[in-house]
T-cell receptor, first 112, second 110 residues
């Protein structure tokens, strides 16, 4: 099993550009999450999903959108990138919220 | 008050020593607690869950104090490979979202 995979690993965006961060898991988990981690900080939840077709906002959803058309994929869309969105983005999945979350390797995004 | 608070450290500890750090949480209805480990520039990985009765996994012991609303992690006979950031994670009652602490950075010195 590959677990949770994320692409790309690195990306530099100009202000105002858009992009989609891809996340795929092969563990058949219903729960998937997107987090951002700023330097020296903990993870902040952006969006999460409890199953295909169901998504909900986390702590810091502004400037982002998600969709969940399949169990495996949970892409994160950035519209009109801003410098404040410079961060490391982690996708995670779990069988249940109270069980272990499995994280992808992260995407390092810089907006200049 | 933050939902989950940790001393950011750094804790610089000699190899073989015992080190402990705490994590406080503000929501008394929180139901599930975890310690995750994050190596530099890597993704977090589950270290251990924290049970009400306390639990041990080799050199690691986790405890929960509901009265004072904190969890703790004790590492005995520390190894160089224990150097990492330790993230405290709390889940509220009936909640599907995890709240992460900012992490405690631990460096084991040879």
């Amino acid at each position: 099993n590959a677990g949770v995979t994320q692409t790309p690993k690195f990306r530099i965006l100009k202000i105002g550009q858009s992009m989609t961060l891809q996340c795929t898991q092969d563990m058949n988990h219903n729960y998937m999450y997107w987090y951002r981690q700023d330097p020296g900080m903990g993870l902040k939840l952006i969006y999460y999903s409890v199953g295909a077709g169901i998504t909900d906002k986390g702590e810091v959803p502004n400037g982002y959108n998600v969709s969940r058309s399949t169990t495996e994929d949970f892409p994160l869309r950035l519209e009109l990138a801003a410098p404040s969105q410079t961060s490391v983005y982690f996708c995670a999945s779990s069988e249940s919220p109270i069980l272990e979350q499995y994280f992808g390797p992260g995407t390092r995004l810089t907006v200049t | 008050r933050k939902e989950v608070e940790q001393d950011p450290g750094p804790f610089n500890v000699p190899e073989g020593a015992t080190v402990a750090f705490n994590c406080t949480y503000s929501n008394s209805a929180s139901q599930s607690f975890f310690w995750y480990r994050q190596d530099c520039r890597k993704e977090p990985k589950l270290l251990m869950s924290v049970y009400s009765s306390g639990n041990e996994d080799g050199r690691f012991t986790a405890q929960l104090n509901r009265a004072s609303q904190y969890i703790s992690l004790l590492i005995r006979d520390s190894k160089l490979s224990d150097s990492a950031t330790y993230l405290c994670v709390v889940i509220g009652f009936g909640n599907e979202k995890l709240t992460f602490g900012t992490g405690t950075r631990l460096t084991i010195i040879p």
